[in-house]
């Protein structure tokens, strides 16, 4: 019996080998000695073949993005298990996010050698870690290649455009998800639930030594255990086992136009981006953020060895990532309170030890005026201040379970993509649930990505007695793994709500109004028959000097005290079910 399955092991061995030998896996980036990006088509092709050639490498492919052309989703596990709610249970997964910024392909070259030499055993294959990588995020953007619009980037010769196939910036886009791509994205997410997630970036802004700089999801906001954890010890552990393979790396330099010495504040992640969006399902994020201005070859083999390096510290840390991710979701739900808004604490900072270059202002010879210059003759290394703590801002009560009419489709159909729980009220029900009113709001005056948003948005809460018609509303809880997710979306205040990307517009604006002839008669009436409603109006007047001049402001005043006025104007139509 040992020899028949020795036999089968050595059989099986040479199919392997002999499949392999098929195929041809020098990338094109190597093929190129480091100046070359694949293409879209050479990317789906290499992965096709790995995965043909070696059955640890599974490929998967889902539901069409902007493009037309379907997603892909790349395993990398010995095990013929493919099922990742079995997985899970004694093994960790980092999920790869490529291509986003298909202009900014390093993950996508550096992903493609670390599979293979997984496969081939030239790294060693992870005991504890599935991997996962989405080889191009942004499809259509990698369709369409150039050589210039990467206007600061050192190499590739050719690359993919930021913008998608209908010109989304996909990086803004993983709450509202305006596109198909988002819709795929998230369908992967949440049939992989990485404990881990990297999204490989290429940085723009200052200049400086690095090849390497890191953009972790904000500790503070991560919040508990689990963001104490990445921050005194995965973060850490990154930058050492980085520094012994002599990779130096720094915290993403957010900075533009000016020089970082005089230090610089952490970037916050809110979740619009891919690393806040994943943040709401208590998944450790980073961005990778290679120098734009390093050669390309640098790029791509610092952006495998960090990957490495990640994957190294989850196989040790695996058992630790677990405990603190389950923890996480139990204490999130069992919290009162929840922060919607953030803000740099000044009282700490870190000291970061940076390694840069001296800028010097000099007379532009384009435009005659001062112009910012980094001296490269003139490196240096630097004490510099890094403010990487936030604090709350603001905070909303956690309500039971929130409440959607069934009509807003727009906000159905992403909770539904996300695996929200949510089930339909079936019969008529008479409940007492709290109610928002948009009390203020501003708005920006210029597009971004699709939309007029609006931002400082104020609510004013009341109780009241509503009647919800069978079959009209869903009810949502917040006791599931969504937690996060829903009240980052669904409270009005919160920067990236449905209601700030502006998928409750039409309460803003008022349907009904009057004609100052007929309502005058009418408004007279109300305030001799409602003595305290005259009241409050004499002590407007007499303390507001631009109501006391506007006939106009005064009878539209009273309208809007009046059982005339329409009671959607400004009412927040998703109702909270208070604990």
């Not at 919040?223 to 104490?228: A, D, Q, S």
């Not at 905070?395 to 339909?424: F, G, H, T, W």
Request: proline fraction near 5%; aromatic fraction near 12%; hydrophobic fraction near 30%.
């Amino acid at each position: 019996m040992k020899k028949y399955a020795l036999l089968l092991l050595v059989l099986v061995s040479c199919k392997i080998e002999k499949e392999a030998s098929n195929y041809d896996f020098t990338t094109p980036y190597e093929k190129s000695e480091g100046t070359e990006t694949a293409t879209y088509e050479e990317v789906i092709d290499f992965y096709e073949n790995l995965a043909d050639a070696y059955p640890a490498v599974k490929l998967r492919n889902t539901r069409r993005t902007d493009s037309g052309k379907r997603l892909h989703l790349v395993i990398i596990n010995p095990s013929p298990e493919t099922n990742f709610n079995n997985l899970r249970e004694d093994k960790r997964i980092i999920m790869i996010n490529n291509g986003i910024h298909p202009g900014e392909s390093d993950g996508i070259d550096a992903t493609m050698m670390l599979f293979r030499d997984i496969a081939q055993g030239k790294v060693k294959m992870p005991e504890h870690t599935v991997l996962a990588t989405i080889p191009v995020y942004n499809v259509g953007g990698a369709l369409n290649r150039n050589s210039t619009s990467r206007t600061n980037q050192n190499g590739p010769k050719e690359y993919g455009f930021r913008g998608n196939a209908r010109n989304y910036d996909l990086n803004r886009d993983f709450i509202k998800a305006d596109t198909y791509n988002a819709s795929a994205f998230a369908k992967f997410f949440h049939a992989v639930k990485p404990d881990v997630f990297i999204d490989n970036h290429v940085s723009n802004g200052a200049d400086y030594q690095y090849v390497l700089t890191h953009l972790f999801t904000q500790h503070n906001k991560l919040g508990g255990e689990l963001g104490n954890y990445l921050h005194t010890e995965m973060i850490p552990s990154l930058e050492k086992n980085l520094a012994e393979k002599d990779w130096d790396i720094t915290p993403y330099v957010n900075v533009f136009n000016r020089t970082p010495d005089n230090g610089f504040s952490q970037f916050l992640d809110s979740p619009r981006y891919s690393t806040g969006y994943t943040t709401l399902w208590n998944t450790l994020g980073m961005m990778v953020e290679t120098h734009m201005l390093k050669p390309y070859k640098s790029r791509v083999e610092g952006t495998y060895e960090l990957m490495k390096s990640m994957i190294d510290i989850v196989e040790r840390d695996h058992e630790k990532i677990q405990e603190l991710r389950d923890q996480a979701r139990e204490d999130w739900v069992a919290k009162d309170t929840y922060p919607i808004q953030w803000s740099i604490d000044t009282t700490q900072t870190t000291t970061l030890q940076f390694k840069g270059y001296e800028g010097v202002m000099k007379p532009s010879e384009v435009t005659g005026r001062q112009r910012l210059y980094y001296d490269n003759d003139q490196p240096f290394t630097k004490d510099v201040a890094y403010q990487n703590y936030f604090k709350p801002t603001k905070s909303v009560s956690v309500p039971k379970a929130y409440l959607i009419p069934k009509s807003r489709v727009r906000v159905i159909s992403r909770l539904e993509v996300n695996q929200v729980d949510m089930e339909l009220i079936e019969d008529e029900t008479e409940m007492e649930v709290e109610v928002y009113h948009i009390d203020s709001y501003e708005t920006y005056k210029q597009p971004y990505e699709g939309h007029y948003t609006h931002y400082n948005t104020v609510v004013k809460n009341s109780m009241e007695k509503v009647v919800l018609p069978a079959e009209q509303y869903y009810r949502v809880p917040t006791d599931q793994p969504a937690f996060r997710y829903l009240i980052e979306t669904l409270e009005p205040e919160a920067p990236d709500s449905f209601f700030n990307w502006n998928f409750f517009d039409t309460i803003l604006q008022q349907k009904e109004g009057f004609s100052p002839y007929v309502w005058e008669d009418k408004a007279a009436e109300l305030l001799k028959n409602d003595a305290v409603l005259k009241a409050e109006f004499e002590k407007k007047k007499a303390e507001d000097e631009n109501f006391a001049g506007n006939w106009y402001a005064q009878l539209d005043w009273i309208h809007k005290q009046s059982d005339n006025y329409e009671k959607a104007h400004l009412r927040y139509p998703v109702y909270r079910e208070l604990r």
